[in-house]
């Protein structure tokens, strides 16, 4: 049972270019998020997904696409990355997206756009 | 909008020590709270939270926080620290019409000295 899982662990991008970062989770859950996390600004989320088939956009949505391939994967995608994009990316998950359920994160991934 | 404040940005103690971080977030309605710690090179992890009961809630590790409604807050406590206790702490909230939506403050970096 690996829980939230994330890949990759570090890239570095230079400006316009795009990439997709993966995450998955194998606990059966629901709901999954996506954050960025900046120093002395905490985690803000950037989408989410209720449940498979859904999206929604959170705090910080702009520059970014998601998909939710499937129940397990939920990918964020940056079509043209640009410096202000540099940050920790966490992805996370909770069983059915309640607001009072324990939201379980991956190990992030760290993004550097030159 | 709705917004969560930590108030202090590093905390240093020695061990032993008691500890009480603070936690305010501006938001009316009812809500749901939270504490997650980020140990070093962990993944980030759920300490507390309350939706509901007892304002006084207990945690992993020793750890409790008190949901004061009137003052909009959940200061988190340990009555003595240990260098294992070194971490970032992250406050959230989530409002009842918000699905699984959490705010984060921007974090609190404890230092415990051995």
């Known amino acids: 049972n690996a829980g939230v899982t994330q890949t990759p662990k570090f890239q570095v991008l230079k400006t316009g270019q795009s990439m997709t970062l993966q995450c998955a989770q194998d606990m059966n859950h629901n709901s999954m998020y996506w954050y960025r996390q900046d120093p002395g600004m905490g985690l803000r989320l950037i989408y989410y997904s209720a449940s498979e088939g859904t999206t929604d956009k959170g705090e910080v949505p702009n520059g970014y696409n998601v998909s939710r391939l499937n129940k397990r994967e939920f990918s964020l995608r940056l079509e043209s990355a640009a410096p202000s994009q540099t940050s920790v990316y966490f992805c996370?998950?909770?069983?059915?997206?309640?607001?009072?359920?324990?939201?379980?994160f991956g190990p992030g991934t760290r993004l550097l756009v030159l | 909008a709705q917004s969560v404040s930590q108030h202090n940005h590093h905390v240093i103690l020695s061990e032993a020590a008691s500890l009480e971080l603070g936690c305010n977030y501006s938001?009316?309605?009812?809500?749901?709270l939270f504490w997650y710690v980020q140990y070093p090179g962990q993944h980030l992890q759920l300490l507390l939270k309350?939706?509901?009961?007892?304002?006084l809630v207990k945690g992993i590790k020793g750890f409790e926080a008190e949901f004061i409604k009137s003052k909009f807050s959940f200061n988190l406590r340990k009555p003595s620290v240990q260098w294992s206790d070194t971490a970032e702490y992250f406050c959230a909230v989530n409002a009842h019409n918000q699905g699984g939506k959490l705010i984060f403050g921007q974090g609190t970096e404890l230092s415990v000295k051995p």
């Open positions: 309350y939706f509901s009961g007892d304002p």
């Open positions: 996370a998950s909770s069983t059915s997206g309640q607001g009072w359920e324990t939201q379980y």
């Open positions: 938001y009316g309605g009812t809500v749901n």
